[in-house]
């Protein structure tokens, strides 16, 4: 997300533009979301820093193990 909200920024487009979402409810909701990004890898001297929006992993080797059981108990493979 953070490359096409570079490359929108550098061309004067809309990130929305550059992924060619032409219908036009979906490229609003498509550009909030990137202006929502920005603004929080946005400090307060308007430096973008994009690492301040990466994923946080808390050290936990199993982060996933939540998701990963919740997919299996669900898949219908599974039953």
């Known amino acids: 997300m953070a490359q096409v909200i570079i490359m929108a920024n550098k061309y004067g487009k809309r990130p929305s533009e550059m992924l060619g979402i032409d219908n ?6 498509f550009d909030e979301a990137a202006l929502f990004l920005e603004a929080q890898a946005t400090d307060d001297k308007g430096q973008v820093n994009w690492n301040r929006i990466r994923w946080k992993d808390e ?16 898949n219908s493979k599974h039953r």
């Open 59 to 74: 050290g936990k080797k199993e982060s996933n193990k939540g998701l990963i059981e919740f997919i299996q108990k669900h």
């Open 24 to 29: 036009d409810y979906l490229a609003y909701c």
